[in-house]
């Protein structure tokens, strides 16, 4: 089966640095999306890490460990529009993603 | 650049009857995918186009739903009948040849 998991609330103060992670038991592993979703809106894509090491946009990091089948997602210098679900992702087999549960982000001023 | 757009919005709908969702890809993109998200759960695969053969349908649910791509264009997906617990959003995606995929608003169906 496959099955991803990530923390299901995570409150920050705007600012801070916040790093949401995500581990994965899939069967096929191409690489671990993440993506950002604003209640009522589509899931938008952030990054994609197909290589172990970290990669960096902007004020978002993500980063990859396919030994330790885990990843994280960095937001640093949060902002208040960065409240919003972040889901984790892994590509398998055939270009399919499957989906974590999200991680519901609350900046505070 | 246009994105993924998703017809209706919304689609409220008594139980029995039948609902057609409609996707149109970013133009030029050959990978057209359906997920769904049920009650707050996480987004689930339901099926892959590449261009209009169906790719991979390992997530559809059951034969109430049919997906349908012809001239490799926009999709549509077709729940018939429909049922209670078929209620929650459906989203669209395309790609190009790369990972990335790129989602549409989505559709909000509610079945009463």
């Known amino acids: 089966g496959q099955s991803l998991e990530q923390p299901s609330e995570v409150t920050a103060v705007e600012g801070a640095i916040v790093q949401i992670n995500c581990t994965y038991q899939?069967?096929?592993?191409?690489?671990l999306s993440w993506y950002q979703q604003h209640d009522g809106g589509a899931p938008t894509f952030l990054s994609y890490n197909a290589l172990d090491g970290l990669e960096e946009t902007g004020r978002f990091s993500s980063f990859l460990s396919r030994s330790d089948s885990y990843g994280y997602l960095l937001l640093q210098e949060l902002q208040m529009k960065d409240s919003a679900s972040y889901f984790c992702?892994?590509?398998?087999?055939?270009?399919?993603?499957?989906f974590g549960s999200g991680t519901r982000l609350q900046v505070q001023p | 650049e246009a994105g993924v757009t998703q017809f209706p919005s919304h689609s409220v709908i008594e139980k029995g009857q039948t609902v057609t969702l409609r996707c149109d890809p970013i133009?030029?993109?050959?990978?057209l995918y359906w997920y769904r998200r049920v009650m707050g759960k996480e987004i689930k695969f339901l099926l892959h186009f590449v261009k209009e053969s169906k790719q991979d349908e390992s997530g559809m649910p059951n034969n109430r739903f049919l997906a349908e791509r012809t001239g490799g264009t926009y999709s549509t997906l077709k729940v018939q009948p429909a049922e209670l617990e078929d209620s929650g959003v459906y989203f669209c995606a395309s790609s190009p040849i790369t990972d990335t995929q790129y989602f549409g608003p989505g559709t909000r169906l509610t079945v009463l």
């Open positions: 133009s030029g993109h050959d990978n």
């Open positions: 899939t069967s096929g592993f191409y690489g």
């Open positions: 992702a892994v590509k398998t087999g055939r270009r399919a993603l499957t």
